[in-house]
C-alpha cells in the first residue's frame, strides 16, 4: 500500500528554471514531511523538511509548500544548478513512530 | 565521526547462498533500519529497531532476518537467496530521544546481486 505518492518520476529542467516535485498522502495522522536529496552511489541525506502547522518553508534555494486541505506538499528548487542533479524522496512520519514512509522517488537532471 | 558504515560495499551472490550485510554506527542512536531501493519503489523498509535488543518487521520483510548485537550494530542476512534480492540495501540510524526532527542518517548502501 503506497502512503505517499510522488510524481514525476524522472524530470529534467535546463540550469535556471524550477523543478516542481509533487507527493500526496494518505494518512491524515502524518505530522513530519522531509525531502532527502540522493547522489549517485550514495545514501539518501536528509534536504529539508517541514511540519503540518506551516504552509511553506524555506532553506537557501529549497523551499517546500505544504496544503493541508489537500493533503499534498511539494518541493521546488530556485535557480536549479547542474549539482542538484541528483533523486528526491518525499517522505511521512507521525510522532510516536519513528519509520519514516518514503516516496518512489524522482530522478531530477539538471542541463547546462 | 563515521557515521553509518555498511560492508560490503558490492556483492554478488548465486541463487541459495546465504550472506551477512553488516551495518554499525557511531551516533549513539537507538533506532536503526533497513532498506532495500528499487528502480520506481522508492525505498522499502525491510526491518527496523527501536532500540537495542527489539526489532520489528518493516514491509517487505520476507526472505532476510535481522540481529540487533548491540546499540552500534545491526546486521541483515539472507539465509537463501532469490533473485528477486538483487537490490541495493541501506541502513540507517536515528535518535527519537532528541525531540528534534526525526532524520534518519544513512550508510552508503550494499549493491547486491544473485545471479
Known amino acids: 500500500q503506497q502512503q505517499v505518492k510522488q510524481s514525476p518520476q524522472s524530470l529534467i529542467v535546463q540550469k535556471g528554471g524550477i523543478p516542481i516535485i509533487n507527493c500526496a498522502y494518505e494518512n491524515t495522522a502524518f505530522d513530519y514531511f522531509p525531502w532527502y536529496q540522493q547522489f549517485p552511489g550514495k545514501g539518501p541525506a536528509l534536504l529539508i523538511a517541514i511540519r503540518p502547522d506551516v504552509s511553506e518553508k524555506k532553506e537557501g534555494r529549497f523551499t517546500i509548500s505544504f496544503n493541508k486541505s489537500a493533503k499534498q506538499f511539494s518541493l521546488h528548487i530556485m535557480d536549479s544548478q547542474p549539482g542538484d542533479s541528483a533523486t528526491y524522496f518525499c517522505?511521512?512520519?507521525?510522532?510516536?513512530?519513528?519509520?519514516?514512509?518514503f516516496g518512489t522517488g524522482t530522478r531530477l537532471t539538471i542541463i547546462p | 565521526n563515521a557515521g553509518v558504515t555498511q560492508t560490503p560495499k558490492f556483492q554478488v551472490l548465486k541463487t541459495g547462498q546465504s550472506m551477512t550485510l553488516q551495518c554499525a554506527q557511531d551516533m549513539n542512536h537507538n533506532s536503526m533500519y533497513w532498506y532495500r531501493q528499487d528502480p520506481g519503489m522508492g525505498l522499502r523498509l525491510i526491518y527496523y529497531s527501536a532500540s537495542e535488543g527489539t526489532t520489528d518487521k518493516g514491509e517487505v520483510p520476507n526472505g532476510y532476518n535481522v540481529s540487533r548485537l548491540n546499540k552500534r550494530e545491526f546486521s541483515l542476512r539472507l539465509e537463501s537467496a532469490a533473485p528477486s534480492q538483487t537490490s541495493v540495501y541501506f541502513c540507517?540510524?536515528?535518535?527519537?530521544?532528541?525531540?528534534?526532527?526525526?532524520?534518519?542518517?544513512f550508510g552508503p548502501g550494499t549493491r547486491l546481486t544473485v545471479t
Open positions: 540507517a540510524s536515528s535518535d527519537e530521544t532528541s525531540g528534534g526532527p526525526r532524520e534518519q542518517y
Open positions: 517522505a511521512a512520519s507521525w510522532e510516536g513512530n519513528e519509520k519514516l514512509t
